[in-house]
């Protein structure tokens, strides 16, 4: 069975400053402030609870942006060079994002969800 995701396209106005890694093969960019993310993730569960992100793999998911995904150490290393001299990243959320990782293992995207700025922005 396809695992889905639930992401944020780009940062609800925040900044992405940390570069960090898991096991060496894995890289993302961690927001200054996780908390808004973390509450969209949460009003979206809450609204469709029978799809949680990472189809439920997690207790509680990381809000990041993905740089590299099993790859190997020393991509790694090339990918956080190349950004390093980039960050801090800043930027504000469009949408909300469903992935959908194929039997290929690559994910794709099945769905795009805006989001509204609101009456005041």
Known sequence: MPRTALIIEAPASATLAA??????????????????????????????PAYPPYGGLHDAPVPHATVGDSAGYEELQEAERAI???????????AVVLLVEGSHGRWHEARRFPLSLGKDK
């Not at 060496?24 to 402030?33: F, M």
């Not at 801090?88 to 959320?93: E, F, I, K, R, Y």
């Open 84 to 94: 390093a001299a980039e960050l801090p990243l800043s930027g504000t959320a469009s």
């Open 19 to 48: 570069l960090r890694q898991k096991l060496a093969v894995d890289a993302w960019l961690a927001p200054e402030s996780p908390a808004p993310f973390i509450e969209l993730t949460a009003a979206v569960t809450h609204v469709f």
